[in-house]
């Protein structure tokens, strides 16, 4: 049984080398014994504590409340700091009393209001840039999209199993998610399982086809957004459908 602090590590370390166990062997290959782990060198020892905090991290809403507060360095390394704190169990440096929680409560609501304006203002400028665009067409649900490669025939539906590669993009250009990051393997997943505007987008396209999603808020990640996606935000994906079932 794993320890709880290590299974955001295990999980990691076990999705990254998914791929090559499932490699069929060949006939002729011989199932060898399995490879003891080698001790860790006091920097990969640094190396595996860096990785344990990163998924920990990760699986938390730190990501999502970095972005909604849009945190400077020196804010976050505030945040760190309390956190080694709590997590030490040691008693805060600072009283936490009516009048700092009341007026941090008014700051945070402040900042998350301010970034909430200028994000739709950026939303709707993008989204009224995609509508003028001639080829771009817009369905009844609201989603825009433009078919670079229509691909093959027959097209996958909404029960339909895909592979794909894709990269996702926020309006202001920045790449929140892509399967370039993590060398160019597709993804797979069903497609009753994902954001709506995935859902009705890859059944426009066959094997091979490849189509750029333009979706508001209401077909993504809605008022919330979730870990580096603002909420409310319109998102715009690149996708190649690799194969499905």
């Given amino acids: 049984m794993k ?5 955001a590590l295990a999980v990691a370390v076990a999705s990254l080398h998914a791929a090559d166990e499932a490699k069929p062997a060949t006939p002729a290959a011989v199932p060898s014994p399995a490879a003891q782990p080698k001790m860790l060198t006091p920097e990969q020892q640094k190396q595996a504590f860096y990785l344990q905090g990163f998924f920990l991290a990760g699986q938390t809403p730190l990501p999502q409340i970095t972005s909604q507060l849009e945190l400077s360095d ?11 704190a709590a ?3 040691e008693q805060p440096k600072v009283k936490p009393d009516d009048a700092l929680i009341a007026g941090a ?6 900042r998350v209001a301010g970034k909430s304006k200028r994000w739709a203002t950026q939303n709707e400028a993008f989204l009224a840039k995609v509508d003028a665009d001639k080829d771009v067409v817009k369905s009844p649900s609201g989603l825009r999209y433009k078919i670079v490669t229509p691909g093959t025939d027959p097209k996958p539906v909404a029960t339909s199993t895909v592979k794909c590669r894709y990269t996702g ?14 060398g160019n393997e597709p993804a797979e997943f069903g497609l009753g399982q994902v954001i709506p505007a995935w859902t009705e987008g890859v ?7 490849k189509i750029l999603i333009y979706a508001p808020a209401a077909l993504g990640y809605g ?3 979730q870990g580096p996606i603002p909420g409310e935000s319109v998102l715009e994906f690149e ?6 079932k």
């Fill in 74 to 84: 020196e804010e976050l390394d505030q945040v760190i700091a309390g956190m080694r």
């Fill in 105 to 110: 409560e008014k700051f945070f609501a402040e």
């Fill in 87 to 89: 997590v030490k169990g």
């Fill in 3 to 7: 320890y709880p602090v290590l299974a």
């Fill in 169 to 182: 993009k926020l309006v202001d250009g920045k790449v929140f998610d892509s399967t370039a990051n993590r």
């Fill in 203 to 209: 059944q426009k396209i066959g094997k091979g086809g």
């Fill in 223 to 225: 008022k919330e957004g």
């Fill in 239 to 244: 996708v190649e459908l690799v194969e499905f």
